[in-house]
């Protein structure tokens, strides 16, 4: 199986600023025939399902918010929040869909400073 | 728009069983893979299998260590998918989701599994 891990486990960063959390694959999940890399980012808010932001590592879903980014290939990854605002405290996941399983790192908290 | 909505889950005894739904609208359900993916309280997401479309022969895959116990199905008439879930155990107590392609997601159904 592809061992995803993400880092920080939390994170507490001001209204305003920057947050990067960072997501490694234990194997490339870049595919080599479409240049694609199979990672997606969610967003969970209490109470809530997961909702899909970003696929094909660096694709935002429609909707969402472009200081929302992706960034990284093969097997280090980044998500992005270019300037932090309240309603974007959650936990964020990265999961690969390159093979089966389709394995998910285990969430960063998100939370204001 | 597209929803998801699943149902079935509830108190089982350790050992017992349960077959949990997902009922699909606002998609082509016949081209649509879904997935299965459960949440334990308070901690992370675990992918637990998934059903492939009727172009790809309805082929079926799970997480290694939940493979045998756990069986997904699909009706076309109904627009539904289901999560069939054997010997039942603590551990597999959680929020049970359903997802489009991992895209659109159900509110979920939860399952406990006590004595």
């Known amino acids: 199986d592809i061992v995803m891990t993400q880092s920080p486990g939390s994170l507490a960063v001001s209204l305003g600023e920057r947050a990067t959390i960072n997501c490694k694959s234990s194997?490339?999940?870049?595919?080599?025939?479409?240049?694609?890399?199979?990672l997606a980012w969610y967003q969970q808010k209490p109470g809530q399902p997961p909702k899909l932001l970003i696929y094909w590592s660096s694709t935002r879903e429609s909707g969402v918010p472009d200081r929302f980014s992706g960034g990284g290939s093969g097997t280090d990854f980044t998500l992005t929040i270019s300037s932090l605002q309240a309603e974007d405290v959650a936990v964020y996941y990265c999961?690969?869909?390159?093979?089966?399983?389709?394995?998910f790192g285990q969430g960063t908290k998100l939370e204001i400073k | 728009e597209v929803q998801l909505v699943e149902s079935g889950g509830g108190l089982v005894q350790p050992g017992g069983s349960l077959k949990l739904s997902c009922a699909a609208s606002?998609?082509?359900?016949?081209?649509?893979?879904i997935h299965w993916v459960r949440q334990p309280s308070g901690k992370g997401l675990e992918w637990v299998g998934r059903?492939?479309?009727?172009?790809?022969?309805?082929?079926?895959e799970y997480a290694a260590s939940l493979k045998g116990r756990f069986v997904i199905s699909r009706d076309e008439s109904k627009n539904t998918a289901y999560l069939q879930v054997n010997s039942l155990k603590a551990e597999d107590s959680a929020m049970y989701y359903c997802t489009h392609n991992l895209t659109n997601w159900g509110q979920g159904t939860l399952v406990t599994v006590s004595s």
């Open positions: 059903i492939r479309s009727k172009a790809k022969n309805y082929a079926t």
């Open positions: 999961q690969q869909y390159y093979g089966t399983p389709y394995t």
């Open positions: 194997q490339s999940i870049l595919y080599s025939s479409n240049n694609k890399n199979y």
């Open positions: 606002g998609i082509t359900f016949s081209d649509s893979a």
